[in-house]
């Protein structure tokens, strides 16, 4: 499963609806809103300071293996996957 997949499941778990396929990216004013201390401290460095790729990367591999153990405890708690 896609990392899109994943989130729109998970939106559609919070609206009460059914998952559509068709989940947008935030727009950056979303993504502001949602950030917590950390987020905000790596977005602007990102913005202002030079050579920060590395960095971004990493947080993106470590977002994504937070994901990943979502994922597997999600569906470890299910008695028949999903």
Request: overall charge neutral; aromatic content about 4%; charged content about 35%.
């Amino acid at each position: 499963m896609g990392q899109e997949t994943i989130a729109d499941i998970l939106k559609s778990m919070e609206m009460g609806g059914k998952a559509e396929g068709t989940l947008k990216p935030p727009s950056n004013e979303d993504v502001e809103k949602i950030l917590d201390a950390e987020g905000v401290s790596r977005r602007v460095e990102e913005r202002f300071r030079p050579g920060v790729r590395r960095r971004y990367l990493t947080a993106q591999l470590d977002g994504h293996k937070k994901l990943l153990t979502i994922q597997e405890d999600y569906l470890s708690s299910r008695p028949f996957g999903i």
